[in-house]
């Protein structure tokens, strides 16, 4: 990577004990498997990591795991945004004071209906109560979940007001149309696809990669695609963006974090893979089924690296 916010990211679950606090050595350990599996990065404290189901101080103990793990400090983003601008100013302070300067932040999400002025306030506010020059902001644009929708427009005056802090997004609206636009409309920024299935067709409109649940289970595939569009294999790139499609669109349909979490109990032999903090629940046997007959008419394994 000739930039390291950049290529195939992986939204990382989060291991948890059978008490459902977060088991931190597993934490870290999946996140070296996955960079040992095809991942250029990790999305830590994402969706799909469950950090929204998480306190502000158990937030503040992974942070501080992953400062820990020896991993390169650039290899991790970390999700600080809150409800609260008060919590996400916290949590980025204490990521940027352990070396973590790629931020993946969502914009406060309770209340609904609210202008592109208000939006663009937040991200204001934050980044001029911290100002701090290290941070690079990608702001985390999650409709379905948020019920917010950050547009392009919003997204160029964030950039063109903070240039240098304000670096990318994470579109996780399922929209192609709508990252094409951003990657046309701001030259350079970092515009990543929240899913794997846009990933060759962002790199192709200069977007950086995908930031994605399902890289817990894919990010093998998707450095393939990756990989061949930076050789300028372009009949590659495309073969092995059908895979990768193909395969997304399989797990996406039993549910991210339930599938990811089965997925790795399987691959580990640690049941306690399973446990997620409710409301979101293991799949039941029904669905464990029909996930391994999924994957078993694709031929899917898990990379076996590490």
């Known amino acids: 990577m000739s930039d390291p916010l950049s ?7 989060t291991p948890l004990h059978d008490d459902l606090t977060v ?27 469950e950090a929204n189901s998480f306190s502000t101080s158990e937030r503040l103990e992974v942070i501080e795991a992953a400062a820990r793990s020896g991993i390169a400090k650039e290899r991790l983003m970390i999700g600080t945004g809150c409800c609260a601008l008060t919590d996400t100013i916290t949590l980025t302070r204490a990521a940027l004071d352990a070396g973590f300067n790629q931020i993946l932040m969502l914009p406060p999400f309770y209340y609904k209906g609210v202008s592109d002025d208000g939006l663009f306030a937040c991200y204001d506010h934050v980044v001029q109560k911290l100002a701090d020059d290290r941070m690079r902001i990608v702001v985390y644009d999650f409709p379905a979940m948020t019920g917010l929708d950050i547009g392009t427009e919003l997204l160029v005056r964030l950039n063109a007001a903070y240039p240098k802090t304000i670096v990318g997004v994470k579109d996780s609206s399922g929209n192609w149309e709508d990252m094409q636009a951003v990657a046309r409309a701001i030259p350079g920024f970092r515009t990543f696809a929240g899913t794997e299935q846009y990933l060759l067709a962002a790199l192709k409109e200069g977007g950086a990669g995908c930031i994605t649940a399902t890289g817990n289970a894919t990010s093998h595939l998707c450095q393939a695609v990756y990989a061949a569009h930076l050789a300028g294999n372009a009949a590659g790139a495309e073969a092995a963006q059908e895979i990768a499609t193909a395969t997304r669109l399989m797990l996406q349909a039993h549910g991210a974090v339930p599938a990811m979490k ?3 109990a399987q691959h580990t032999g640690d049941g306690a893979w399973r446990n ?30 590490a």
């Open 7 to 13: 290529g195939v990211w992986s939204a990382a679950v």
């Open 23 to 49: 088991n931190l050595d597993a934490m870290v350990a999946h996140h070296k498997w996955l960079l040992d599996s095809g991942c250029d990065g990790i999305a830590v404290l994402g969706t799909t990591g």
């Open 262 to 264: 089965e997925l790795m």
């Open 276 to 305: 997620m903090r409710p409301p979101i629940m293991p799949l039941s046997a029904d669905g464990v089924a029909a996930l391994d007959q999924a994957c078993q008419a694709m031929d899917f394994q898990l990379a076996e690296a």
